[in-house]
């Protein structure tokens, strides 16, 4: 872990720099024990095919006190999504089977952990305001952030 904490800061400075063009269509969230998301708002480039989000547990509670995961709706479906998803339990990640509200889903990761997702950029419309938030109960109040498609 500590080798990881050392290279989130150098993979920011790697995406934010234009030599590394390619990493456009990739970001990395990283969350914690305090229930908090460190990105706030995500801007997805319409000429990425593909849009990999890479999640980052930094804390070190397990996942089901402080379980974490990243999940995509439009900003309007963003509220039933997490109220469904609570009956669905954390053995289905707290996202209700087959949502087709829900646009792209990680897995529920405790602390220590990471994992990915990746989704078509086809999916997102120009215009339309997205919402990106944890499903676990009680979390997406505070662990949520806009997501939009560059026009
Ligand atoms: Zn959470």
């Given at each position: 872990m500590k080798i990881r904490h050392a290279l989130v800061p150098a993979v920011?400075?790697?995406?934010?720099?234009?030599v590394f063009a390619a990493d456009e269509c990739s970001l990395?969230?990283?969350?914690?024990?305090?229930m908090q998301f460190d990105t706030k708002v995500i801007t997805v480039k319409p000429s990425c095919e593909q849009f990999t989000v890479n999640l980052v547990h930094a804390g070190k509670l397990p996942k089901n006190v402080m379980g974490h995961?990243?999940?995509l709706t439009a900003q309007s479906d963003m509220r039933a999504?997490?109220?469904?998803?609570?009956?669905?339990?954390?053995?289905?990640?707290?996202?209700?089977?087959?949502?087709?509200r829900?646009?792209?889903?990680t897995p529920i990761i405790g602390g220590g952990e990471s994992t990915s997702v990746t989704f078509p950029v086809s999916k997102l419309a120009a215009g339309?305001?997205?919402s990106f938030f944890c499903s676990?109960?009680?979390h997406f109040a505070i662990m949520q952030g806009a997501l939009t498609l560059a026009p």
């Open positions: 920011f400075a790697l995406l934010s720099s234009s990395t969230v990283t969350s914690n024990d305090a995961n990243w999940v999504v997490a109220a469904d998803g609570i009956a669905a339990g954390l053995n289905n990640n707290y996202i209700k089977a087959d949502d087709a829900v646009l792209a889903f339309t305001a997205y676990f109960p009680g």
